[in-house]
């Protein structure tokens, strides 16, 4: 069982975590505008710009994932379920939980489950 002093530190992350990855999706959406047809560009050059766009757009959607993972976890801190495993419902070593806040499952079971 988490004391509040752990839960407050890892809110603290979640919290910076989350102001984190929103930049960074802002940082891609711009990144992800419309690749025009240029005359200038040949077409391997059109094709490194279309791979690179779905590079970013990957990069977009995993992003996005974790953020409302993380978010969730934010809200989920003060029950007495965060920090327990799903799976063996033991704790949750708090160094993991510093790292990865969204983790729902202990490091045994994670590898157990093939996670």
């Known amino acids: 069982m988490m004391t509040t002093e752990e839960k407050q530190t890892v809110k603290n ?29 040949d077409s391997i050059d059109h094709k490194m ?8 757009i990957q990069r977009f959607e995993e992003t996005k994932k974790r953020l409302n993972r993380l978010k969730y976890a934010l809200l989920q ?3 007495k379920e965060y920090g327990i495993c799903k799976e063996c ?25 093939g996670l």
Not at 20 to 41: G, R
Not at 95 to 106: A, G, V
């Open 77 to 79: 801190v003060d029950t």
């Open 13 to 41: 992350i979640i919290t910076q975590e989350i102001d984190t990855l929103t930049t960074e999706l802002q940082n891609i959406e711009k990144s992800l505008k419309p690749i025009k047809k240029d005359c200038s560009l």
């Open 89 to 113: 419902e033991e704790d949750i070593a708090l160094e993991r939980l510093k790292l990865i806040p969204e983790s729902q499952y202990c490091v045994s079971c994670m590898n157990e489950l």
């Open 49 to 56: 710009l279309k791979q690179d766009q779905n590079v970013n």
